[in-house]
């Protein structure tokens, strides 16, 4: 599966969205993939998973478990582990800090996979990964649905994308007047309070 079949699994799911959206990194930006909607089809994101599976195998061979950062990365990284067959756990924030929690645990030295759903600034993915280092586990890749950044992000272990595409995002003082001019949407959970 190229960037292309990946790119109109989104499509035809309506999840290419356009408007005004701030990200989870703050940044501002005129294109946001609704991966939710991609994810709510069963054969959909059985289909765009199990090619993330393949491609995690053929890069890194065999890991032993996968764990993916709440609230979105959840559903992918569910999937994904299905069809590596590997038990799947995910860390949630906790006062703003991504911890494994609800019983999940790694031994000492296991080999896992990060799983992400979309990477822009890799700031998700690096916290995620901190979390999964503490915890004693080897990170032996970061994989993703969609990097947006174009394989640019550097998250400090080999990131395997399914789709790599360039989008534009700009930090909230340099917007161009089209997309200031626009109302702003805040879809993510980073910024959520309880
Ligand atoms: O590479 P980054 O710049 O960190 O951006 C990508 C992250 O943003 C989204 O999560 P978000 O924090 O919006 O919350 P969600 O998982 O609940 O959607 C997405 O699920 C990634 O985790
Ligand atoms: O960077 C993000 O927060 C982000 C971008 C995107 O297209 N989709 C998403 O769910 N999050
Ligand atoms: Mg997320």
């Known amino acids: ?10 499509r035809d799911a309506g999840a290419l969205r356009e408007g005004h959206f701030v990200l989870s990194s703050g940044l501002h930006s005129p294109v946001f993939l609704q991966k939710n909607l991609v994810f709510m089809d069963g054969a959909r994101c059985a289909r765009l998973c199990k090619a993330l599976a393949d491609k995690i195998v ?4 065999p890991v032993d478990a ?3 950062p709440a609230v979105g990365g959840i559903i992918p990284g569910y999937e994904t ?12 924030r906790e006062s703003g800090e991504f911890k494994l929690r609800r019983g ?13 759903d979309i990477v822009t600034t890799g700031l ?6 901190a979390a999964i ?4 586990g080897e990170v032996v890749a970061a994989a993703c649905i969609v990097d947006r950044s174009g394989g640019k992000v550097d998250v400090g272990v080999p990131l395997i994308a399914l789709a790599s595409l360039e989008v534009p995002a700009y930090p909230a003082d340099a917007l161009p007047p089209e997309l200031a ?7 993510g959970s980073r910024r959520l309070s309880k």
Do not use: W
């Open 181 to 187: 001019a626009l109302p702003v949407e805040d879809p």
């Open 66 to 68: 996968a764990i993916s």
């Open 58 to 61: 053929a890069t890194v061979g």
């Open 81 to 92: 582990a299905k069809h590596l067959n590997v038990r799947s756990m995910y860390v949630e």
């Open 133 to 136: 280092q503490a915890a004693g």
């Open 1 to 10: 599966m190229n960037t292309e079949d990946v790119l109109n699994e989104f």
């Open 104 to 116: 999940f645990s790694v031994e000492p030295g296991e080999k896992i996979v990060m799983v992400e």
């Open 124 to 129: 998700s993915s690096r916290e995620c990964i």
